[in-house]
């Protein structure tokens, strides 16, 4: 077949995969996102440090904004649960904080629920690091947020604005919980954020204080007791400031399952190892973008939840690649507030039923276009969306799971050499556990850029990338999350 031809009918495909998605019931969700939204939750203006004390670190200069940054206590917090803002201010000055929560709100992306202060801030010291190169802040509480009963779930903004003309800006980012019973449970994957945060300027899991620019070694801890740098790892966005990956991977997502009307709600990585029970509240956990660092507790939590009935759904790529382990912050005795990398995940494809592999670009090939999977698309074999395989991906299963099914394979550009006993490939795979409940893994980070582009979502393009917003991702998406609330086991 030609390539014109070829074209011709994937865009014969769309055009018809692109018919309105039918409305879901009113829920939690749907009456949230009736209300007023927003689009001044994006920040407007920034400000990076470019200073003499920079110059040790050439490649990694202005990911830091010393002039008002902050963190908070904790990743996740339910409603009665207070969360702390510790916030640093260089020179000292006043501030506010506005809170907002992120869903979809008509098209603007957030919404508004609440202004704090004006509060004053003064500038705090960059702790000494350890000899794994930990750095922890000792930051004092420069304002407190009991949640409200009432507030949704959902992943909340707290954009700090020094009070001055075009005064800079920056987020806080923490998630809001709840122990409702929801369709959906959707996962920030905030382990991966702070894996890669370089803040104060190169101090990630992957530096080891030399120019080396990507390392992966031993001997390197990481803390959430810190601010979130602007995000660098494969795109320059100073818009991302204080918000770790969010913005890249999961926001496309939120918007898009509120927009469309799914009962959702949302937990933080670390809701995994702390507060397990929250596995009992949904029909379906999704792991989104970049979804890379799962501690064992984790990943043996999930396994049981799955054989109990959970389904699992990898909107990602590159997932569980990396196994962690938690340490207590040695600030406030708090437990899973650092970790270190222990070892690549010996047995993910046990879990989400294909391998993690690291970077690697190609397109969706379509292997079994009479998947149900594939209902409604008129896709053909061998039909290809371009593009949305990468940067990081899953490939060919080596697990022996019954009824594993392959519903998309393809070629990685570059190659390189594989895994012994695999083949340095894309796949996509479904299989159904004895339950009747389902895991879908789709195995690129970009699955969540064919969804949906809001206002502020930063695309992590690298060199290759996807094409955007693609009617055959959505009614994919669709066609799985619906049969995985409709053949979802009861539990418990």
């Not at 923490?174 to 449970?185: A, C, I």
């Not at 992590?460 to 066609?479: C, S």
């Amino acid at each position: 077949m030609s390539t014109s031809t070829q074209r011709r009918r994937f865009l014969k495909t769309a055009a018809a995969a692109s018919i309105a998605l039918p409305a879901m019931q009113a829920n939690a969700i749907t009456e949230e996102n009736a209300r007023q939204g927003t689009v001044e939750w994006q920040l407007q203006h920034t400000r990076f440090d470019n200073e003499a004390t920079m110059a040790a670190y050439p490649l990694n200069r202005q990911v830091r904004s010393s002039v008002i940054e902050g963190y908070a206590s904790k990743t996740s917090v339910a409603a009665g649960e207070t969360i702390d803002f510790k916030v640093s201010m260089k020179p000292a000055a006043g501030f506010v904080v506005d809170i907002y929560r992120m869903g979809y709100y008509g098209g603007a992306g957030g919404r508004h629920y609440l202004r704090m202060g004006p509060f004053r801030a003064e500038p705090q010291d960059v702790p000494m690091m350890t000899v794994e190169r930990l750095r922890e802040c000792r930051w004092p509480t420069v304002a407190s947020l009991t949640i409200p009963k009432g507030w949704p779930s959902g992943v909340y903004l707290a954009k700090l604005t020094r009070d001055e003309w075009f005064g800079p800006q920056s987020y806080i980012v923490f998630v809001v919980k709840e122990h409702r019973q929801s369709d959906l449970l959707c996962m920030a994957a905030d382990i991966t954020w702070q894996a890669y945060n370089k803040w104060p300027a190169r101090d990630s899991l992957y530096d080891d204080g030399t120019a080396a620019v990507w390392y992966t070694g031993p001997n390197v801890r990481v803390s959430f007791d810190r601010p979130y740098a602007k995000y660098c790892q494969v795109i320059d966005s100073p818009q991302s400031v204080g918000s770790g990956s969010f913005l890249l991977w999961e926001l496309p997502l939120a918007f898009w399952l509120e927009q469309q009307g799914y009962d959702v709600t949302y937990c933080s990585n670390l809701d995994l190892e702390l507060d397990p029970g929250i596995l009992k509240t949904s029909k379906a956990l999704l792991s989104v973008g970049h979804d890379e660092y799962w501690s064992r507790e984790m990943f043996n939590n999930v396994l049981q939840a799955r054989e109990d009935g959970l389904n699992l759904a990898f909107l990602s790529g590159n997932a569980l690649s990396g196994e962690i382990i938690f340490y207590e912050s040695s600030v406030n005795n708090a437990p899973a507030r650092a970790f270190a990398r222990r070892r690549n995940f010996p047995d993910e494809e046990t879990l989400m039923g294909s391998t993690s592999y690291g970077s690697g670009y190609g397109d969706w090939i379509v292997t079994k276009p009479e998947h149900w999977i594939y209902s409604g698309t008129g896709v053909k074999q061998g039909d290809k969306i371009p593009g949305l395989i990468g940067w990081e991906y899953h490939g060919a299963p080596l697990a022996n799971l019954p009824g594993l099914e392959v519903v998309a394979k393809g070629p990685i550009y570059p190659p390189q050499p594989p895994r012994p006993g695999a083949v340095r490939e894309h796949s996509a795979v479904v299989f159904q556990r004895p339950r009747g409940n389902w895991v879908f893994n789709a195995g690129t980070i970009w699955w969540p850029e064919g969804l949906s582009q809001p206002p502020g979502h930063i695309p992590g393009r690298t060199y290759a990338g996807g094409f955007g917003v693609n009617p055959h991702v959505q009614r994919i998406t669709k066609n799985v999350l619906d049969r995985m609330i409709k053949d979802a086991p009861r539990r418990g």
